[in-house]
């Protein structure tokens, strides 16, 4: 990371800081601040939209670290996604119906089930991981594939196609069942999570995922356990679309397998792509860019089929179209993503006056 | 417990009647050799006499079919690689294999990684032990850093850097493990005059300052010459001679390989 002309760094701390200068740590918190009030004027709609962009980032955030840093490709996030959400609804359920003392539904509750429904994908994850270690590249890809099949069918033939639904989290008293008030627990959730993440990038064992992928044979020889390391980024990238996922289910409050159908495993990997791979901003450029022009798309087809009745046949499948456009002109003309653009920018922006 | 001091005269690695072929090739035919604490051992040869799989096989990367190698009495044939490097070999390849798009300082921070104790909870909170290991490590690798002069690129994506300086983080990377044993196939090859002397006084200074033990692959026989304690000189898979740059020098089995007279 370059730091901005003039700001040196005198000790190791400074330098290891994610945000070094004043004016970052400003658009830090006032980025915050300014998500903080967004429930004030914005109408739940718009609070959906942003309640499934956090969601979003967070299942990337796990993808992030398993394909972008750790170089295992995989289809599957959408399946540990839909292990989270299940994990967490049936939890919640049992804990409401099955015959338990007085005090115990009470702890068993969203706040307590979330974790869970996230350690289950992780370990789920590490299960499915395994594979990794003796197939590469392609081989891989299809032995995730198969995982997602797997999951899905397992979901469906055990609990069935019927939606499962989930309760509101309950804090202090408050029910959290509109998008005013549950928004803030994704934002928190967001936060803590997005500060997870690029920690664990920036220090041993994201050096060590880095290794892996851009060269196994000698990560190995320098003492990297191949084993260790690709099963823990399964863990931790399947740990976060389970935590993904079981938010977003709990904002639903109602799920199916359709919720977690493999074009959402595709659409991920497309995500991190236009986001940019293996950069602790892609899942943030990635799934706000995408949503709000898909949604953006979807609301200018509604506004148009009251003009032009039927249109919308015709256009259904245009999210997809423009969705797999976006990613292929981002593979052919910016394959580091927006993230590359965006420090690009910053360093044009540090040496303004003087561009080089 | 104090460090031992540097004796030539213990092995710190024993190899016995090692064989190594691939199908029909016989890439390894039972050597035997051992490598002195503190010593710089040379392996030369022509090209594919085995030199690279001899070095594969010492720290895991080959498998032998036959024979054992033992490192500080341990044996180590059929212990997977990270292991080998905990027990501190290192290595640097033939053709360069560094993390292409990491900085030289973060290559050199990757390269500490078996000194590292934090847990994965640690890292992902950051507070206290990670933050604390973090800097430790900075440390040695500045000092690296220093050692090689590689202040100018240490901030630079090593994909992008000159074909030299990759060498030169390669090494780096390598002794910022700590390593007991470090194992360099050919650290000088395509290097020009000026680069290959800077080289060689890198690799002198690791010797001095740390007492590191090394085994060394090498064609040019000046450079050789002047650092190498003793050679094992390694022709069609087989060790044909063992001694010191003299007695080499002067071996006629070593003459007619090279020269390929009779
Ligand atoms: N992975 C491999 N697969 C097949 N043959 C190999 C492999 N590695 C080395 N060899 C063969 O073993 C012999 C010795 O190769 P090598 O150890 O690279 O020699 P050197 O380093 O002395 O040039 C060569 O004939 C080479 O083709
Ligand atoms: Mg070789």
Same mark, same amino acid.
């Given at each position: 990371?370059?730091?901005?002309?003039?700001? @040196?760094?005198?000790?190791? &701390?400074?330098?290891?800081?994610?945000?070094?200068? #004043?004016?970052q740590?400003?658009?830090?918190?006032?980025?915050?601040?300014?998500?903080f009030? =967004?429930?004030l004027f914005?109408?739940?709609?718009i609070?959906?939209?942003?309640?499934?962009?956090?969601?979003?980032?967070i299942?990337?955030?796990?993808?992030?670290?398993?394909t972008?840093?750790?170089?295992?490709?995989?289809?599957?996030?959408?399946?540990?996604?839909?292990?989270?959400?299940?994990?967490?609804?049936?939890?919640s &359920?049992?804990?409401?119906?099955?015959?338990?003392?007085?005090?115990?539904?009470?702890?068993?509750?969203?706040?307590?089930?979330?974790?869970?429904?996230?350690?289950t994908?992780?370990?789920?994850?590490?299960?499915?991981g395994?594979?990794?270690?003796?197939?590469?590249?392609?081989?891989?890809?299809?032995?995730t594939?198969?995982?997602?099949?797997?999951?899905?069918?397992i979901?469906?033939?055990?609990?069935?196609?019927? !939606?499962q639904?989930?309760?509101?989290?309950?804090? =202090?008293g408050?029910?959290?069942?509109?998008?005013?008030?549950?928004?803030?627990?994704?934002?928190?959730?967001?936060?803590?999570?997005?500060?997870?993440? #690029?920690?664990?990038?920036?220090?041993?064992?994201?050096?060590a995922?880095?290794?892996?992928?851009?060269?196994d044979?000698?990560?190995?020889?320098?003492?990297?356990?191949l084993?260790?390391? #690709?099963?823990?980024? @399964?863990?931790?990238g399947?740990?976060?679309?389970?935590?993904?996922?079981?938010?977003?289910?709990?904002?639903?409050?109602?799920?199916?397998?359709?919720?977690y159908?493999?074009?959402?495993?595709?659409?991920?990997?497309?995500?991190?792509?236009?986001?940019?791979?293996?950069?602790?901003?892609g899942?943030?450029?990635?799934?706000? @860019?995408?949503?709000?022009?898909?949604?953006?798309?979807? &609301?200018?087809?509604?506004?148009?089929?009251?003009?032009?009745?039927?249109?919308?046949?015709?256009?259904?499948?245009?999210?997809?179209?423009?969705?797999?456009?976006?990613?292929?002109?981002?593979?052919?003309l910016e394959?580091?993503?927006?993230?590359?653009r965006?420090?690009?920018? #910053?360093a044009?922006?540090r040496?303004?006056?003087? !561009?080089? | 417990?104090?460090t031992?001091?540097?004796?030539?005269d213990?092995?710190?690695l024993?190899?016995?009647?090692l064989?190594?072929?691939?199908?029909?090739?016989?890439? /390894?035919?039972?050597i035997?050799?051992?490598v002195?604490?503190?010593e710089?051992?040379?392996?030369?040869?022509? $090209?594919?006499?085995?030199?690279?799989?001899?070095?594969?096989c010492?720290?895991?990367?080959?498998?032998?079919q036959?024979?054992?190698?033992?490192?500080?009495?341990?044996?180590?044939?059929k212990?997977?690689?990270?292991?080998?490097? %905990?027990?501190?070999?290192?290595?640097?390849?033939?053709?360069?294999?560094?993390?292409? *798009?990491l900085?030289?300082?973060d290559?050199l921070?990757?390269?500490? *990684?078996?000194?590292?104790?934090?847990g994965?909870?640690?890292?992902?909170?950051?507070?206290?032990?990670?933050?604390?290991?973090?800097? %430790? *490590?900075?440390?040695a690798?500045?000092?690296?850093?220093?050692?090689?002069?590689?202040e100018?690129?240490?901030?630079?994506?090593?994909?992008? /850097?000159?074909?030299?300086?990759?060498?030169?983080?390669?090494?780096?990377?390598?002794?910022?493990?700590?390593?007991?044993?470090?194992?360099?196939?050919?650290?000088?090859?395509?290097?020009?005059?000026? %680069?290959?002397?800077?080289?060689?006084?890198f690799?002198?200074?690791?010797?001095?300052?740390k007492g590191?033990?090394i085994?060394?692959?090498?064609?040019?026989?000046?450079?050789?010459?002047?650092?190498a304690?003793?050679?094992?000189?390694?022709?069609?898979?087989?060790?044909?001679?063992?001694?010191?740059?003299?007695?080499?020098?002067? $071996?006629?089995?070593?003459?007619?390989?090279?020269?390929?007279?009779?």
């Amino acid at each position: 990371m370059h730091n901005p002309c003039g700001v @040196f760094n005198e000790t190791y &701390e400074q330098d290891l800081a994610i945000f070094r200068t #004043k004016t970052q740590w400003g658009l830090l918190i006032g980025a915050i601040i300014i998500a903080f009030t =967004f429930p004030l004027f914005l109408n739940s709609y718009i609070l959906g939209v942003l309640i499934q962009i956090f969601a979003t980032i967070i299942i990337l955030h796990g993808l992030n670290i398993l394909t972008g840093y750790c170089g295992q490709i995989s289809l599957a996030q959408a399946a540990f996604a839909a292990v989270g959400g299940y994990t967490s609804a049936l939890l919640s &359920e049992w804990a409401l119906g099955a015959a338990l003392p007085e005090w115990f539904p009470g702890i068993f509750n969203f706040w307590i089930t979330v974790p869970i429904a996230g350690l289950t994908a992780g370990a789920i994850g590490v299960l499915f991981g395994i594979p990794a270690l003796r197939l590469r590249g392609f081989y891989l890809v299809m032995a995730t594939l198969a995982a997602h099949f797997i999951i899905i069918y397992i979901i469906v033939h055990t609990i069935g196609t019927q !939606a499962q639904t989930l309760p509101a989290p309950h804090l =202090f008293g408050l029910l959290l069942n509109n998008s005013q008030s549950y928004y803030y627990v994704v934002l928190v959730a967001l936060i803590a999570l997005s500060y997870v993440a #690029k920690n664990l990038v920036r220090t041993r064992f994201g050096r060590a995922w880095i290794a892996i992928r851009d060269n196994d044979l000698a990560a190995e020889v320098m003492g990297i356990s191949l084993f260790r390391y #690709k099963l823990s980024a @399964f863990f931790i990238g399947c740990l976060f679309a389970g935590l993904g996922g079981a938010l977003w289910a709990h904002y639903t409050r109602s799920i199916t397998p359709e919720y977690y159908h493999l074009t959402y495993g595709l659409w991920y990997l497309g995500y991190i792509i236009v986001g940019g791979m293996g950069s602790a901003l892609g899942p943030f450029f990635g799934a706000s @860019f995408l949503i709000i022009l898909t949604q953006g798309l979807a &609301e200018v087809i509604s506004a148009l089929s009251g003009t032009f009745y039927g249109i919308e046949s015709y256009l259904s499948a245009a999210r997809e179209v423009l969705f797999g456009l976006v990613v292929v002109l981002f593979m052919i003309l910016e394959p580091r993503g927006i993230a590359h653009r965006w420090n690009l920018f #910053k360093a044009y922006y540090r040496l303004f006056p003087y !561009a080089h | 417990m104090g460090t031992a001091p540097a004796s030539k005269d213990v092995a710190i690695l024993e190899i016995a009647n090692l064989s190594l072929s691939f199908g029909g090739v016989q890439a /390894l035919m039972d050597i035997s050799l051992e490598v002195k604490q503190g010593e710089v051992l040379a392996i030369i040869g022509p $090209n594919g006499a085995g030199k690279t799989s001899l070095l594969n096989c010492m720290n895991g990367f080959y498998r032998a079919q036959q024979g054992d190698i033992s490192f500080q009495g341990k044996g180590i044939s059929k212990m997977p690689s990270h292991k080998i490097a %905990e027990l501190g070999i290192a290595r640097t390849f033939q053709q360069i294999e560094l993390y292409t *798009h990491l900085s030289a300082q973060d290559n050199l921070m990757a390269g500490r *990684h078996i000194h590292f104790k934090s847990g994965m909870l640690d890292g992902a909170l950051y507070f206290g032990k990670a933050h604390r290991e973090e800097i %430790e *490590h900075r440390k040695a690798v500045e000092n690296i850093i220093d050692l090689f002069d590689m202040e100018a690129i240490r901030k630079k994506v090593v994909g992008f /850097l000159p074909y030299g300086q990759r060498k030169l983080v390669e090494l780096g990377r390598a002794v910022v493990m700590e390593p007991k044993l470090l194992l360099l196939d050919e650290p000088m090859a395509g290097m020009n005059v000026e %680069e290959k002397e800077d080289m060689a006084r890198f690799i002198l200074d690791i010797w001095e300052l740390k007492g590191t033990t090394i085994v060394l692959i090498e064609h040019d026989m000046g450079v050789v010459m002047d650092i190498a304690d003793r050679i094992v000189v390694l022709d069609f898979g087989r060790k044909i001679a063992e001694g010191t740059p003299q007695e080499i020098q002067t $071996n006629p089995a070593v003459i007619s390989a090279y020269l390929g007279q009779e």
